[in-house]
């Protein structure tokens, strides 16, 4: 299975932006549907948004519908979650992660290859 390496977290103040990157290797992103996930401290695992393998089908979360965006690039093996608009509640480390479905699913646990987070900290 593909190994994936996340990027792009950072500590930002409420209202700003950040592009979180995902890159994979060993292997082609394309035969997997792909997932942000998020985990704030203290909180279960959440889902935050997902795009089919070939990027026809994408959701967001309800709570960050409006502000996030997903978008894939299969011939650079790479998925990208743009954040506009980020609230403190948006804390959390956001994960990367694969569901070998066509389109994946809006439940964190669905998601069986991760990877090794990326840390978001919003300051108000």
């Known amino acids: 299975q593909v190994q994936l390496v996340d990027s792009g977290g950072g500590l930002v103040q409420a209202g700003d932006s950040l592009t979180l990157s995902c890159v994979a290797s060993g292997g082609t992103l394309d035969s997997y549907a792909v997932g942000w996930l998020r985990q704030a401290p203290g909180k279960e695992g959440a889902f935050v948004a997902r795009i089919s393998r070939r990027g026809g089908t994408k959701n967001v979360a309800n709570s960050v519908k409006g502000r996030f965006t997903i978008s894939r690039d299969n011939a650079k093996n790479t998925v990208v979650l743009r954040m506009n608009n980020l609230q403190p509640e948006d804390t959390a480390v956001y994960y990367c992660?694969?569901?070998?479905?066509?389109?994946?699913?809006?439940?964190?646990?669905?998601?069986?290859?991760w990877g090794q987070g990326t840390q978001v900290t919003v300051s108000s």
């Open positions: 992660a694969t569901n070998s479905g066509i389109t994946g699913t809006d439940y964190y646990w669905d998601y069986n290859n």
